[in-house]
């Protein structure tokens, strides 16, 4: 059984920087496909960033957000500059055994529990 645990989450003023890890368990880390995912109050979980041969990223958050992995600590982050209130969400980290790293939360067999961000105006 996989296990992600996210962590790095806090409440941040509008500008600022964060980076979220999520670190794996349980699995052969290297083969898999790994996305990160956000929810906000009252909607739908929704693709942030995805990394497997290559990285993907959702058009909100292009040109802001980095996506990498560290195979020998089965982790991966998400390094989050220039924060708006628009991006205070949970924050969810997932796994594809399959390899691959769409923005489709369905492709996504394994989850964590989240780490609040709030970015304050």
């Known amino acids: 059984q996989v296990q992600l645990v996210e962590s790095g989450g806090g409440l941040i003023q509008a500008g600022g920087s964060l980076r979220l890890s999520c670190a794996a368990s349980?699995?052969?880390?290297?083969?898999?496909?790994m996305g990160w995912f956000r929810q906000a109050p009252g909607k739908e979980r929704e693709f942030v960033a995805g990394?497997?041969?290559?990285?993907s990223y959702a058009d909100s958050v292009k040109g802001r957000f980095t996506m990498s992995r560290d195979n020998a600590k089965n982790t991966v982050y998400l390094q989050m500059n220039s924060l708006e209130p628009e991006d205070t969400a949970v924050y969810y980290c997932?796994?594809?055994?399959?390899?691959?790293?769409?923005?489709?939360?369905?492709?996504?067999?394994?989850w964590g529990q989240g780490t609040q961000v709030t970015v304050s105006s």
């Open positions: 997932a796994a594809d055994p399959r390899g691959t790293s769409t923005s489709r939360v369905e492709a996504y067999a394994y």
């Open positions: 349980g699995g052969t880390f290297n083969r898999y496909g």
């Open positions: 990394i497997s041969w290559t990285t």
